[in-house]
């Protein structure tokens, strides 16, 4: 079994930050890429994602105010949120494109129960 647990979600003030973390545990042999999407009303939209050596990805819409990390030892991602706008207000969901023990080469997705951002006065 493998899960993905969100945390760091919650209400902030315009131009205010926060920092979203995934930490992926159970029966993976390696990870291939995390990222994060959000989804408001609508469809699920990438936000950002790190590979495995470190290469990142941001959609326009977040470009200068988020940043993506990764600790490998720990499994775990992170998104810091800076300059939050109202529009950033969504359900931001954790991915893991990995290889479990059990499948390995596979390259599967997992999604963590997503954890809510609140942009509001």
């Known amino acids: 079994q493998v899960q993905l647990v969100e945390s760091g979600g919650g209400l902030v003030q315009p131009g205010g930050s926060l920092r979203l973390s995934c930490a992926a545990s159970?029966?993976?042999?390696?990870?291939?890429?995390m990222g994060w999407y959000r989804q408001a009303p609508g469809k699920r939209e990438l936000v950002a994602d790190i590979?495995?050596?470190?290469?990142?990805f941001y959609a326009d819409f977040v470009k200068g105010r988020f940043t993506i990390s990764r600790d490998s030892a720990k499994n775990t991602t992170y998104l810091q949120m800076n300059s939050l706008k109202p529009e950033d207000t969504a359900v931001y969901y954790c991915?893991?494109?990995?290889?479990?023990?059990?499948?390995?080469?596979?390259?599967?997705?997992?999604w963590g129960k997503g954890t809510l951002v609140t942009v509001s006065s």
């Open positions: 590979s495995s050596d470190g290469n990142t």
């Open positions: 159970g029966n993976i042999f390696s990870i291939n890429a």
């Open positions: 991915n893991a494109h990995l290889e479990p023990f059990d499948s390995i080469g596979a390259g599967l997705d997992y």
